[in-house]
């Protein structure tokens, strides 16, 4: 038997968030989709509205692992907020800067002895997607020589990160690999994932 993934309904919800009004839609599209019989269990993130909303139901909920994991990873993020932040300013400034980043490509070019290869963007983050801040990190480390190098030729106001901070960045990516690895992995929808996560959880905890 096949996985499927369908989207049955998605609609502007205009009423208050509660509980009670929550169930009482949930129970309308499944009544409308004749499927009232059949939903045994529900996934969602962990709003406490949302996980009573399914209980009124009277339906098994199961909290979304990728959720729990972002949430857990987000507020481990916090001890290095000065390095996301100053890493931050400097991916927006080349963002911003046409001419700030068309100097950053002809270094990058410069420095790779493959001719034919092309210079990388840096990447920016999104405040609620945790895994994108480690490709922003991971993206900024591996351009960090023709980086280093543009802002020092522009004499941009960019604040450059210090060597210490550099090294934070780089065990902080060794750290979030991992994470990164399993949000991947439970993110799936043509594979079963509910199994799997004891056993991620346990290789989680060894490995930290």
Same mark, same amino acid.
């Given at each position: 038997?096949?996985?499927?993934?369908?989207?049955?309904?998605?609609?502007?919800?205009?009423?208050?968030?509660?509980?009670?009004?929550?169930?009482?839609?949930? =129970?309308?599209?499944?009544?409308?989709?004749?499927?009232?019989?059949?939903?045994? +269990?529900?996934?969602?993130?962990?709003?406490?509205?949302?996980?009573?909303?399914?209980?009124?139901?009277?339906?098994?909920?199961?909290?979304?692992? +990728?959720?729990?994991?972002?949430?857990?990873?987000?507020?481990?993020?916090?001890?290095?907020?000065?390095?996301?932040?100053?890493?931050?300013?400097?991916?927006?400034?080349?963002?911003?800067?046409?001419?700030?980043? +068309?100097?950053?490509?002809?270094? =990058?070019?410069?420095?790779?002895?493959?001719?034919?290869?092309?210079?990388?963007?840096?990447?920016?983050?999104?405040?609620?997607?945790?895994?994108?801040?480690?490709?922003?990190?991971?993206?900024?480390?591996?351009?960090?020589?023709?980086?280093?190098?543009?802002?020092?030729?522009?004499?941009?106001?960019?604040?450059?990160?210090?060597?210490?901070?550099?090294? +934070?960045?780089?065990?902080?990516?060794?750290?979030?690999?991992?994470?990164?690895?399993?949000?991947?992995?439970?993110?799936?929808?043509?594979?079963?994932?509910?199994?799997?996560?004891?056993?991620?959880?346990?290789?989680?905890?060894?490995?930290?």
């Amino acid at each position: 038997m096949d996985i499927c993934h369908l989207l049955i309904r998605m609609f502007c919800f205009d009423q208050r968030h509660t509980s009670q009004n929550l169930c009482e839609e949930l =129970q309308r599209v499944t009544t409308k989709w004749d499927i009232s019989q059949k939903v045994h +269990a529900v996934t969602t993130d962990n709003a406490a509205n949302v996980v009573n909303s399914v209980k009124l139901a009277g339906l098994s909920h199961i909290p979304c692992f +990728a959720h729990t994991l972002n949430l857990v990873v987000q507020s481990s993020l916090k001890e290095i907020e000065n390095i996301r932040r100053k890493v931050k300013s400097t991916v927006e400034h080349f963002h911003r800067s046409t001419q700030a980043n +068309a100097k950053f490509f002809t270094i =990058q070019k410069q420095m790779n002895s493959d001719s034919d290869s092309i210079p990388l963007k840096l990447k920016n983050d999104v405040v609620t997607r945790w895994n994108s801040t480690f490709y922003m990190f991971e993206r900024i480390i591996k351009l960090k020589e023709p980086l280093t190098a543009t802002i020092g030729l522009l004499h941009s106001p960019v604040e450059l990160l210090l060597p210490l901070e550099w090294t +934070a960045l780089e065990e902080s990516c060794k750290i979030l690999k991992p994470f990164e690895q399993v949000t991947s992995e439970m993110s799936a929808e043509k594979t079963v994932t509910l199994s799997k996560v004891i056993n991620i959880v346990r290789g989680l905890v060894s490995f930290t």
